[in-house]
């Protein structure tokens, strides 16, 4: 089983689409998959088709202690299962700081998933906060969404040492799974640049595939859906499909 954060410190880079996307279509390659929403705002959730009032208990009440693994999950209708997310999320973040080993409660609570799946991925919230050292303390690697932009690249250093961070001193086997280039436009001379730049620092650690700017990707969401269920054939389906792929290549024996 491999437990991966999606994560990056900089909002609207395309980190819960590739979540939800990505589960989907690991989920659609025959992989038994857990999507962990690990963001107050819970756009996985309501993106994989659950509503917030379905969603309950939730990542909190397995945070806490209050649920156990099997009791939170829900199995959607796109072949995967989901641990799902509301407001009430963002309280956890003041009741772990008193809780005992509060780094590692959500790497404790998914011993019990081990056997059950071949992905776990963990949709982490914009910001480095006591929910995203969980997700990150829970997951033997990091898939980086991010846009080809100078921003991106600041932000991206960021990202790096917090990561090392985190590895010195909470998770050891932590490693940058790779980099996942998102809303490519490759009209812009810039876009290329920071490609070439990213292939240039990280070189084999960035994934061939790239997920294009697609109207199709950013619709979905409003009707429940990953893009794969919501349009097959649309650029973004196929390249959330590819991604499936190459992981799926990468991390096999």
């Not at 756009?43 to 379905?54: D, F, H, L, M």
């Not at 619709?219 to 992981?247: C, H, M, R, T, W």
């Amino acid at each position: 089983m491999k437990v991966l954060a999606i994560t990056n410190q900089k909002g609207g880079v395309g980190k819960t689409t590739t979540a939800v996307n990505l589960a989907a279509s690991l989920g659609a390659e025959g992989q038994r998959v857990l999507l962990i929403d690990m963001d107050p705002q819970g756009n996985a959730t309501t993106g994989a088709g659950i509503t917030k009032k379905e969603a309950l208990p939730t990542v909190y009440q397995l945070l806490i202690g209050a649920a156990t693994l099997s009791e939170v999950c829900i199995k959607t209708e796109f072949d995967f299962d989901i641990l799902p997310a509301n407001r009430e999320l963002a309280g956890a973040e003041v009741e772990l700081i008193e809780l005992d080993q509060r780094e590692y409660r959500l790497k404790n609570a998914l011993q019990a998933g081990h056997a059950t799946y071949d992905f776990i991925l963990i949709d982490c919230p914009p910001a480095l906060n006591m929910l995203t050292v969980n997700g990150l303390v829970a997951s033997d690697s990091v898939l980086i969404p991010m846009q080809c932009e100078y921003y991106a690249l600041e932000g991206l250093s960021d990202l790096v040492e917090t990561l090392r961070k985190v590895r010195h001193h909470l998770n050891s086997r932590l490693e940058i799974e790779g980099l996942l280039r998102t809303m490519y436009n490759p009209q812009s001379t810039l876009t290329q640049q920071v490609s070439n730049e990213l292939e240039s620092h990280f070189g084999n650690k960035v994934y061939k595939t790239i997920v294009p700017r697609n109207v199709r990707l950013a619709e979905a969401p409003s009707y429940g859906k990953p893009v794969i269920a919501f349009d097959k054939n649309s650029k973004g389906a196929q390249a959330y499909s590819a991604l499936a792929k190459e992981i799926l290549e990468r991390v096999a024996p």
